[in-house]
């Protein structure tokens, strides 16, 4: 079924609280090299049809992003792309 990535991040300029949370908490796991972390959401939307990405960014502006503190991209999953936290 033909699926269209949204991802949705913070904009820039604003403040972070659970991806700072993330990188101050990196040092206890060992970790040292990282410099930041934003935390941001991914949200999958399959089309019955051909993917639509007009509609697609129509349904994160309106509904899944706050377009005053968020940004998104909207893009047509690779037919092979999973999502897998073991990799």
């Given at each position: 079924m033909p699926?269209v990535v949204?991802?949705?991040?913070?904009?820039?300029e604003?403040?972070?609280?659970?991806?700072q949370?993330v990188a101050?908490?990196?040092p206890?796991?060992?970790v040292?090299?990282?410099?930041?972390?934003?935390?941001?959401r991914?949200?999958?939307?399959?089309?019955?049809?051909e993917?639509?990405?007009?509609?697609?960014?129509?349904i994160?502006?309106?509904l899944?992003?706050?377009?005053?503190?968020?940004?998104f991209?909207v893009?047509?999953?690779?037919a092979?792309e999973t999502?897998?936290?073991r990799?």
């Amino acid at each position: 079924m033909p699926r269209v990535v949204v991802d949705v991040m913070l904009k820039p300029e604003i403040l972070d609280p659970q991806g700072q949370a993330v990188a101050n908490a990196l040092p206890r796991l060992g970790v040292s090299d990282v410099a930041s972390v934003r935390i941001g959401r991914r949200i999958e939307i399959e089309f019955t049809g051909e993917p639509d990405l007009d509609r697609a960014r129509e349904i994160a502006d309106k509904l899944l992003a706050n377009p005053v503190i968020e940004d998104f991209t909207v893009r047509v999953a690779e037919a092979d792309e999973t999502v897998d936290a073991r990799s």
